[in-house]
């Protein structure tokens, strides 16, 4: 089969949709292409990749500079993909935002072209979210009407977290769907058990407000007064913040403890991570956070860190039901610095949800057991 990834705003590296997905479709036995925003050196034999920007076909040779995000510019790249479906005439189109399910939804309305939906996000709520306050809030039924068509239509969903939307209105109607984790390839986040006195402490991705970048400094500095312990950043300080952020660590007198080290390829980031003892998801309340499933849990797993994630998300009941962490309030510094002393000092129980972590990885969460799921749901979809 022939099957078309469409991304308006993912990057062709980015490790959900190439580096995972299409990359088990081919050795599956399709052939898959991915246009999609092309943001450094890259390339992923045998999937074809294009640039959505420049329709090249793109290698590991290729620089391209000045990349952005806007929704201006995403939207100018829907008539681009439409182009390059015309080229490819695939079997199949896979659509990985809701700009993207919109086009498929069309190309299926006009071409007769099946798709599927691979949603990672709450779009039923980011979406309204990106307009103008003025017509934010009429557009929340207007978006959750425009996802029920596209589920409708579809050939079938997938999607990274049960909580989101158009997930379970699939289940509900009874279109085809599966729930495909964003785990990792487990070779690369190998499984480590360190023996060190001091404590390595990890957040890894992005870190923003929402994610709860102040509330992990601050409870730090709480537990610096009793505890050693090392603060490793793997990824990247939101722009907004970065400068709040790294001043924030001098106020706290944080210097010695934190490691930034900002961002790394894919593939390395397990080799740093197999450090650390204790990961952080310290989420704050917002729709997102509570219904998503993020990379980093199952990463922390896959290397052995007990988790600490937020009270009443998905991910957090996770993690208590696998016994793989802990779950606290991480909207309060002081929950949060409890929650780490309580790991610090107990190193049995930390070891002990360390592996119960790996072993539920290597038996249900890990990619190759994704990647089974989704030879199953692509095969049933009968194209």
Known sequence: MNILFICAGHGLDDDRVTRKKALSLTRMGHRVTVCAQWRRPYSENPVELYDVDT?????????????????????????????????????????????????????KKWYGTPYVFDS????????????????RWAAFPVVRFILRRIVRASAGITAASAGIYVYQYAKRIGRPA????????????????????????????NLTKDRGAFE??????????????RFLVLGTISKDIEDAFLEKIKNLGLQEQVDVRGRLPWDEF???????????????????????????????????????????????????????GIAVDTT??????????????????????????????????????????????????GI
């Open 332 to 381: 309060n510094p002081s929950a949060i610095a409890e929650g780490l002393t309580k790991l610090i000092d107990d190193r049995d129980g930390l070891l002990g949800m360390a592996r119960n972590g790996r072993k539920a990885i290597e038996e249900k969460y890990g990619w190759p057991c994704m990647e089974e799921l989704m030879l199953k749901f692509y095969g049933s979809l």
């Open 55 to 107: 329709m090249q076909l793109v290698n590991e040779e290729t620089r391209l500079d000045n990349i952005t995000m806007s929704h201006v510019l995403r939207a100018k790249r829907i008539p681009k993909l439409l182009k390059l479906y015309k080229k490819a005439k695939p079997d199949l189109i896979v659509a990985h935002e809701f700009e993207t399910a919109c086009l498929a939804w069309w190309i």
């Open 178 to 205: 599966e729930l495909i984790y964003n785990s990792a390839p487990l070779e690369y986040f190998p499984y480590a058990e360190s023996a060190a006195e001091s404590v390595t402490i990890v957040h890894e991705g």
């Open 216 to 229: 992990m400094l601050d409870a730090l500095a709480i537990v610096a007064q009793t505890r050693k312990f």
């Open 120 to 135: 990672h996000e709450g779009f039923e709520n980011t979406v309204p979210l990106a307009l103008p306050w003025v017509i």
């Open 270 to 324: 397990g080799q740093i991570e197999k450090e650390g003892m204790i990961g952080l998801i310290c989420f704050q309340k917002t729709y997102n956070c509570k219904i998503g499933m993020p990379n980093k849990l199952f990463d922390y797993m896959s290397c052995g860190l007990a988790v600490l994630a937020l009270n009443g998300s998905l991910s957090g009941d996770f993690v208590e039901r696998e016994k793989c």
